[in-house]
DNA sequence: CCTTAGTACTACGCGATACATAGTAGCGGG
DNA sequence: CCCGCTACTATGTATCGCGTAGTACTAAGG
């Protein structure tokens, strides 16, 4: 169960995540949130997710189709735009700025 | 300058940040915030680090003691408690949760 | 004396977003 | 029809970083 902190720690984590997850291939809001579901220290729903997805569509950031599912209702595809993967660049850029800075303090020791 | 997706990135984490700054050794809170403005990915600043302080004090984390400083005003100096090194301990398990996940997803590739 | 700059800390309103909850709708099987 | 799974939408709430606007102390300079 997340608690207070954990919430928090996952604002503007999800938009990392949910762009990295396109990335790696065109894939459904459904398979996004089942795989991201069961990442640990994610753990996400759909209640995040979905709307993420539509917010970075809006930005320009994620090119949708729909197609026929086999095995339910129609499906929603993403992909990466070219923005999208300059802003997934620019993203993971300054995740490993902050989890660099993170390191540094986590195990700096005494000083 | 920090856009609207750093920001949401920095909620969670300013905390665990804080807590580790002061487990390096006892601190006052102007150094803290000095520390932490000098980080990349983190610049912190004072209307956040304080009131986290605050917080993390009155969870009962942080023991405060006040001594007079060479160069201006009275100085808060900050310990962390032992709940607050054990809250420490599984806030830094998390986070490697959280970071190891996002590495998997950005380093994955297509799958 | 006043002003300035640096040290040290407090208060507050705003905007953004994850989360839980509560759905709707399609498909297949019993 | 109902049920379970697939696939997606909407909404209200709580939380917190950020920018702004201070207060107060110390020392140095005019």
Known sequence: ??????????????????????????TYGYRIVEELRALPGLELTESTVYPVLTRLAGEGLLAIRAEDSPTGPTR??????????????GMAAE??????SLKGLLEGGPQ
Chains 1, 2 share one sequence.
């Open 1 to 26: 169960m997340k608690g207070r902190w954990e919430t928090q720690l996952r604002k503007g984590v999800v938009e990392l995540a949910v762009l990295a997850a396109i990335a790696r291939g065109e």
């Open 76 to 89: 929603r595809y993403y992909r990466l735009t070219a923005d999208g993967t300059r802003r997934l660049q």
């Open 95 to 100: 995740w490993t700025r902050v989890t660099g």
